[in-house]
C-alpha cells in the first residue's frame, strides 16, 4: 500500500499483509504483536482514530484555525463582500471582488463594510482627492476665488505664489509698544491687523511728530503729536494745531496768515547836549 485508509486484514485463504508502505521511509512491518501503527501529524492537521469495535481507522482532519493547521472552507464572493465570515478562507478572485474594478494610477475610495471600492480616474497634474460632506471625495485642483495666490501645478507638486511676485509678511515693527500691545505686531488669528490714529501730547513723540504705537495684541496707533508754545526753537515740540480765527487765517493748503493788519511805530527821541 503507498496510501493511509481503512484496512481490512482476511486470514481465510486471502494474503495476510506484512507490510505497509508510506510515500517516503520504506516498507513497514509489523512489531511482535503483529500491529502497524499508522499516526498522524497533529502540527499538520492531520489525527488518525481507531475504532477497533468496527475494525477501522478514521483519518480525521483538524479544521485550520490562526494558531492551527487544517482543513478549510472557502469563502465565496458574496461571502469576502460582506466580510461577516470569520472561519472562511479568501482566494484572490474574493479580492478582486472586494477591490472592485481598479483604475491605473487612481486612488480608492470607501462604499462601506459590504461594498467593493470604487476608484477614481488617474488624478492629472496637481490634482487632490477633496471631499465633500456625506459625498465621496472628487478629484479637483486648488483655485483662488480672489485671485490673490497664484497656483502652478506640476507632476506631483504644486506650487504656490502670492499674485504679483509680492512676498507675505506676518508681523509689522512699529516704533514703540505699550503693554499689552507688542512688538512686532501680529494679527490675529483670523488673520486681522487693526491699525487706528490719535492725537497724544506734545513731546510724547519727540522730532519725528508721528509714530506707530502698538497699545494691544494685533493692534497698532499711529500717533500725531500736538504742537505747544516754547520760549526757543525745538524741533520736538513740532505737532499738529490750530489757530485763533480772531487772529489768523488757514487757506486750503494749510497756509497760515494774519487775519489784521499790524502796524508796528517806532518812535525814537532825539536829545542833545
Keep these: 500500500m503507498s496510501?493511509?485508509?481503512?484496512?481490512?486484514?482476511?486470514?481465510?485463504?486471502?494474503?495476510?499483509?506484512?507490510?505497509i508502505t508510506g510515500n517516503s521511509g520504506g516498507a513497514v512491518g509489523p512489531d511482535v504483536l503483529h500491529n502497524i501503527n499508522l499516526l498522524g501529524n497533529n502540527t499538520s492537521g492531520i489525527n488518525i482514530v481507531g475504532v477497533p469495535g468496527s475494525n477501522t481507522l478514521t483519518v480525521v482532519a483538524t479544521?485550520?484555525?490562526?494558531?492551527?493547521?487544517?482543513?478549510?472552507?472557502?469563502?465565496?464572493?458574496?461571502?469576502?463582500?460582506?466580510?461577516?465570515?470569520t472561519s472562511k478562507v479568501l482566494t484572490p478572485d474574493d479580492l478582486t471582488v472586494k477591490l472592485g474594478t481598479q483604475?491605473?494610477?487612481?486612488?480608492?475610495?470607501?462604499?462601506?463594510?459590504?461594498?467593493?471600492?470604487?476608484?477614481?480616474?488617474?488624478?492629472?497634474?496637481?490634482q487632490l482627492l477633496i471631499g465633500s460632506t456625506g459625498l465621496s471625495p472628487v478629484l479637483a485642483s486648488l483655485t483662488s476665488t480672489g485671485g490673490s495666490i497664484t497656483i502652478t501645478p506640476g507632476a506631483g507638486t504644486i506650487n504656490l505664489d502670492?499674485?504679483?511676485?509680492?512676498?507675505?509678511?506676518?508681523?509689522?515693527?512699529?516704533?514703540?509698544?505699550?503693554?499689552?500691545?507688542?512688538?512686532?505686531?501680529?494679527?490675529?488669528?483670523?488673520?486681522?491687523?487693526?491699525?487706528?490714529?490719535?492725537?497724544?501730547?506734545?513731546?510724547?513723540?519727540?522730532?519725528?511728530?508721528?509714530?506707530?504705537?502698538?497699545?494691544?495684541?494685533?493692534?497698532?496707533?499711529?500717533?500725531?503729536?500736538?504742537?505747544t508754545s516754547n520760549a526757543t526753537t525745538d524741533s520736538t515740540k513740532n505737532g499738529v494745531a490750530h489757530f485763533n480765527s480772531s487772529d489768523f487765517n488757514v487757506d486750503a493748503n494749510g497756509f497760515v496768515s494774519s487775519a489784521t493788519s499790524l502796524n508796528y511805530t517806532q518812535s525814537f527821541l532825539l536829545g542833545g547836549m
Design 162 to 227: 502670492l499674485a504679483g511676485g509680492g512676498i507675505a509678511f506676518d508681523q509689522i515693527a512699529v516704533d514703540a509698544a505699550t503693554a499689552p500691545g507688542t512688538n512686532p505686531v501680529v494679527p490675529t488669528l483670523s488673520g486681522q491687523l487693526t491699525i487706528t490714529g490719535a492725537q497724544v501730547a506734545a513731546g510724547t513723540v519727540g522730532a519725528n511728530v508721528i509714530r506707530s504705537n502698538s497699545l494691544a495684541a494685533s493692534s497698532i496707533t499711529l500717533q500725531i503729536q500736538r504742537s
Design 63 to 85: 479544521q485550520a484555525t490562526t494558531t492551527q493547521r487544517g482543513t478549510v472552507t472557502l469563502a465565496t464572493n458574496a461571502e469576502t463582500l460582506t466580510g461577516t465570515d
Design 3 to 19: 496510501q493511509a485508509g481503512v484496512l481490512g486484514v482476511s486470514t481465510s485463504g486471502a494474503p495476510i499483509v506484512e507490510y
Design 103 to 126: 483604475t491605473l494610477h487612481g486612488l480608492p475610495i470607501g462604499a462601506g463594510n459590504t461594498a467593493a471600492l470604487t476608484w477614481t480616474a488617474a488624478p492629472t497634474n496637481g
